[in-house]
């Protein structure tokens, strides 16, 4: 089980950015998958987390209105659609997939975890 994450970049503050997340393995494709944000020296922080069929998602406050988290199964592909940037959005994002039917925000309640892909905004 592998996970991939493609996307990250330079932007400037107001624009956007869509991070990808492709998964390996049919099961998989139902895990509930999230993305996590990670700075130098901070802890893990959650950012969104989507349900194995899609119908359901949650964000963190910090997000919520500005990013959407999206799913394709058959695709094996999950989505974090970025916008309305702002410096502090800067970080590393993971993404991140659990067996659990639960809508997590706990970085440990994952098993399976990508690479990570830096989005730095610029003020």
């Known amino acids: 089980v592998q996970l991939q994450a493609y996307g990250g970049g330079l932007v400037q503050a107001g624009g956007s950015v869509k991070l990808s997340c492709v998964g390996s393995?049919?099961?998989?494709?139902?895990?509930?998958k999230a993305w996590f944000r990670q700075l130098r020296g901070k802890e893990r922080e959650f950012v969104a987390v989507?349900?194995?069929?899609?119908?359901?998602?949650d964000y963190a406050d910090s997000v919520k209105g500005r990013f959407t988290i999206s799913r394709d199964n058959a695709e094996n592909t999950v989505w974090l659609q970025m916008n309305s940037l702002k410096p502090e959005d800067t970080a590393v994002y993971y993404c991140?997939?659990?067996?659990?039917?639960?809508?997590?925000?706990?970085?440990?309640?994952?098993?399976?975890w990508g690479q990570g892909t830096l989005v730095t905004v610029s003020s």
């Open positions: 991140a997939a659990s067996r659990e039917f639960s809508l997590s925000n706990n970085p440990s309640d994952y098993t399976y």
């Open positions: 393995g049919r099961t998989f494709s139902m895990y509930t």
């Open positions: 989507i349900s194995g069929h899609g119908r359901n998602a």
